[in-house]
């Protein structure tokens, strides 16, 4: 079973910038795609951005214009470069990649975004 593990988040201030990755614990074959997904309390799970393995990419609107999704290699596959952060940005980020062997998501990085 695999297991990704997300980093890079952190405290910051508004209009700051992070970048979040997501290691594999083994390199992921067979990806279809990839996500970035959060959750901040009270409110449901929501998609931030995907990235389908062609490198197609979609955004929430929420995301658009400030964030950027990228793919990068079978250990570590997906990054989410996160600028221009809001306070209604802060939530837990999650990565997610669905891939022939199965769909895999990891336990979350806290971002918070306040003065």
């Known amino acids: 079973q695999v297991q990704l593990v997300e980093s890079g988040g952190g405290l910051v201030q508004p209009g700051g910038s992070l970048r979040l990755s997501c290691a594999a614990s083994?390199?992921?074959?067979?990806?279809?795609?990839m996500a970035w997904y959060r959750q901040a309390p009270g409110k449901q799970r929501e998609l931030v951005a995907d990235?389908?393995?062609?490198?197609?990419?979609n955004y929430a609107d929420s995301a658009k214009g400030r964030f950027t999704i990228s793919r990068g290699n079978a250990k570590n596959p997906v990054y989410l470069q996160m600028n221009s952060l809001e306070p209604e940005d802060t939530a837990v980020y999650y990565c997610?990649?669905?891939?022939?062997?199965?769909?895999?998501w990891g336990q979350g990085t806290q971002v918070t975004v306040s003065s």
């Open positions: 997610n990649v669905d891939s022939y062997s199965g769909d895999y």
């Open positions: 990235i389908g393995i062609g490198g197609v990419t």
């Open positions: 083994r390199s992921i074959f067979g990806i279809k795609a």
